[in-house]
């Protein structure tokens, strides 16, 4: 099985500042990564699919990067919207795996 | 609009057998991969089944012999049927369908499937 570990697992940041998330997949999942956003009580959102495309209707403050085993999620303007957890999911090989998460809180 | 609608869940005790539903509006069920996606109280997501469009069917290892994944297509309908439960599996239980990148791009608001003694 794939395993995606994301880092950090907590992050602290305030309105307005630039955060990155990182993925990082034990084998390569070409480029067949997407992100989600998951608000308390709340089904997860989909943010981004095949490693960079957004989703129709995110913001474009969102963006994602990355190829084979390493990918980013990068907000470039933190809004109190986004504070939230993040997972990133392989689809490349079955069984699809999630990262653990990563928590955004307010600093 | 695409609608998923989860229903099924309760408390079952450790060992019994369970069918969740997942009713999908303004969409065909046959067209699309539809998963199964649960997240057990404070903890990650894990996927968990996908019943392709073809029909073929994968599940996680952790379930994989013990849940089995099918559609009604007159009914428009995926199910989960869930057999031989134990208390790890105990979570909400999302129904999910793909975009055009076969990622989650739709999903519901769950069911919550409870397995206690």
């Known amino acids: 099985d794939i395993q995606m570990t994301q880092s950090p697992s907590t992050l602290s940041a305030s309105v307005g500042d630039r955060i990155t998330i990182t993925c990082r997949a034990s084998q390569s999942v070409n480029s067949w990564l997407a992100w989600y956003q998951q608000k308390p009580g709340k089904a997860p959102k989909h943010l981004i699919y095949?490693?960079?495309s957004l989703e129709s209707g995110v913001p474009s403050r969102f963006s994602g990067s990355g190829s084979g085993t390493e990918f980013t999620l990068t907000i470039s303007s933190l809004q109190p919207d986004d504070f939230a957890t993040y997972y990133c999911q392989q689809y490349n090989n079955y069984p699809w795996t999630f990262g653990q998460g990563t928590k955004v809180e307010i600093k | 609009e695409v609608r998923l609608v989860e229903s099924g869940g309760g408390l079952i005790q450790p060992g019994g057998s369970l069918r969740l539903s997942c009713v999908a509006s303004?969409?065909?069920?046959?067209?699309?991969?539809m998963s199964w996606v649960r997240q057990a109280p404070g903890k990650g997501l894990e996927w968990v089944s996908v019943i392709h469009g073809g029909g073929s069917t994968f599940y996680a290892d952790s379930v994989k012999g013990r849940f089995f994944i099918s559609r009604d297509n007159s009914k428009n309908t995926v199910y989960l049927q869930l057999n031989s439960l134990r208390a790890e599996d105990t979570a909400l239980y999302y129904c999910?369908?793909?975009?055009?990148?076969?990622?989650?791009?739709?999903w519901g608001q769950g069911t919550l499937v409870t397995v206690s003694s």
């Open positions: 999910a369908r793909d975009g055009s990148g076969r990622s989650f791009q739709h």
């Open positions: 303004d969409f065909t069920v046959s067209s699309y991969y």
């Open positions: 095949k490693a960079s």
